[in-house]
């Protein structure tokens, strides 16, 4: 795989360019956006990894202009971006891929930048940081046939219904305008809420005081390997989904996922039912909000398996479904 890195900070772009190296990845640098440009020209990359600020123009004109021309259609794009660089609705008008902030480690951001492109190749690179934790799938197994059901009798006619006189109803009694009040408003991406979840919400949601880490698209990065990037990292906080049919939410303590919500379900039903559901539909959208994980959620932990256990059910499901 090949990738190009656009940073005008020589010193901040070797240091990424000798992390990427190490993943078996064959790296250029370019120090503006034009020199990126250039070297597409010559050499096509599988994928840019821009800053926000470059010399000559911004990381979301760069990504423009790659997007309009024909010669770089596949090319993915990352930029590298504080939480007042880039909001969800911006990245996703300019077509980026994904959004890594600019307080995140190097050692953070390879295995997400690896298993973007990993997704793209259908390989597993060399020295690849985050090997997949899924299984090879079952073969598929031919559909047994079912045998017509029997017949059944019909049922026995009902009894008539026996009719009760109802009693009168108690007059309501008074509530005085004071003791009324409002419901609490529900926290975004809590159980009730999560199923309206709309791309627009992300920006609200980064409103809320918490720093925006990464977003990007699900059609460019499997659900399984979103988790594992963020379990890997050991990381706390909320990971918010919009799909086409809804909204979900998917909480994390250190690396491990402890609560799910998707619709009305809750738990490993709902963790199933998003990572299925973003398999099918192959698009929607991700950020990820960092924080306590126990404060981001309405609901106690109602997760107990580990990340590995969890995509394992979900491939095991989704193999018998087949």
Same mark, same amino acid.
């Given at each position: 795989m090949k990738i190009l890195v656009v940073d005008p900070d020589r010193a901040r772009a070797n240091d990424l360019q000798g992390l990427l190296?190490?993943?078996?990845?064959?790296?250029?640098?370019?120090s503006s956006g034009s020199?990126?440009?250039?070297?597409?020209?010559?050499?096509?990359?599988?994928?840019?990894?821009?800053?926000?600020?470059?010399?000559?123009?911004d990381g979301h004109e760069l990504c423009g202009i790659v997007r309009s021309d024909p010669s770089t259609e596949g090319v993915r794009f990352v930029l590298?971006?504080?939480a007042e660089q880039a909001s969800p609705a911006e990245t996703s008008a300019a077509g980026i891929d994904l959004v890594l902030p600019s307080s995140m480690t190097g050692s953070m951001m390879v295995p997400l930048v690896v298993q973007l492109v990993r997704h793209d190749l259908g390989g597993t690179p060399a020295h690849d940081p985050l090997p997949s934790a899924l299984p090879a799938p079952a073969p598929v197994r031919a559909p047994r046939a079912v045998p017509?059901? $029997? +017949?059944?009798?019909? #049922? =026995?006619?009902?009894p008539a219904p026996v009719v009760v006189p109802k009693a009168a109803p108690a007059p309501p009694v008074p509530v005085p $305008? +004071?003791?009324?009040? #409002? =419901?609490?408003?529900?926290?975004?991406?809590?159980?009730?809420?999560?199923?309206?979840?709309r791309l627009s919400d992300l920006d609200a949601v980064g409103a809320e005081g918490a720093v925006k880490t990464f977003q990007g698209s699900l059609g460019v990065m499997?659900?399984?390997?979103?988790?594992?990037?963020?379990?890997?990292?050991?990381?706390?906080?909320?990971?918010?989904?919009?799909?086409?049919?809804?909204?979900?939410?998917?909480?994390?303590?250190?690396?491990?996922?402890?609560?799910?919500?998707?619709?009305?379900?809750?738990g490993e039903p709902a963790f199933e039912a998003l990572v299925?559901?973003?398999h099918r539909e192959r698009s929607g959208k991700f950020c990820f909000i960092p924080g306590d994980g126990r404060a981001s959620s309405s609901a106690a932990a109602t997760i107990s398996k580990s990340t590995d256990q969890l995509l394992l059910s979900v491939a095991t499901a989704m193999?018998?479904?087949?």
């Open positions: 190296a190490a993943s078996g990845a064959e790296v250029s640098v370019a020199f990126a440009l250039t070297m597409l020209e010559w050499n096509k990359q599988d994928v840019i990894v821009s800053h926000a600020r470059i010399d000559d123009m590298i971006a504080s017509p059901p $029997a +017949a059944v009798p019909p #049922p =026995p006619p009902a $305008a +004071a003791a009324a009040s #409002p =419901p609490a408003p529900r926290a975004p991406g809590t159980n009730g809420g999560a199923g309206t979840l499997e659900m399984e390997e979103l988790v594992q990037a963020i379990s890997m990292g050991g990381k706390s906080g909320r990971l918010l989904l919009v799909l086409a049919s809804g909204g979900g939410m998917i909480v994390f303590m250190s690396g491990r996922v402890v609560h799910a919500e998707f619709g009305a379900k809750s299925t559901t973003a193999d018998e479904e087949r």
